[in-house]
């Protein structure tokens, strides 16, 4: 046992003590704080990127599809597209998600 830490408390002739609140989180500081909201902003972003750009007439028209032309008809799929407008819809609901978080941040 170390000299700061207390002995523990006996427990009382009338039970047990009564369970102790948590010690106090550590202050964020302003760079914790900043870096939490522009990764939302990012989230937010990458999200509304990957659910509209899929169903544009440009995503046919991309470099990536030519390196491959085998892969073209798998890529411009209905369901290639659904599954990256997906991806996108999972960044939003992060975005929320630490959104949500900034706040119980002190």
Same mark, same amino acid.
């Given at each position: ?12 002739? &009338? ?12 202050? *964020?500081?302003?760079? &914790?704080?900043?870096? *939490?909201?522009?990764?939302?902003? %990012?989230? =937010?972003?990458? @999200?509304? %990127?990957?659910?509209? =750009?899929?169903?544009?007439?440009? !995503? @046919?028209?991309?470099? !990536?599809? !030519? ?27 992060? @975005? ?11």
């Amino acid at each position: 046992m170390s000299v700061d830490t207390p002995p523990p408390a006996a427990p009382t002739p &009338e039970g047990p003590l009564p369970p102790q609140p948590p010690p106090p989180s550590p202050r *964020a500081t302003w760079a &914790e704080k900043l870096a *939490a909201v522009l990764f939302c902003i %990012f989230c =937010y972003e990458v @999200g509304l %990127f990957l659910i509209v =750009y899929p169903w544009l007439d440009s !995503w @046919g028209r991309n470099y !990536w599809f !030519w390196l491959q032309p085998e892969w073209r008809a798998f890529l411009v799929s209905d369901s290639f597209r659904g599954a990256v407008t997906g991806l996108g819809v999972l960044n939003i609901l992060v @975005g929320f998600r630490e959104t949500f978080r900034l706040r119980h941040l002190r």
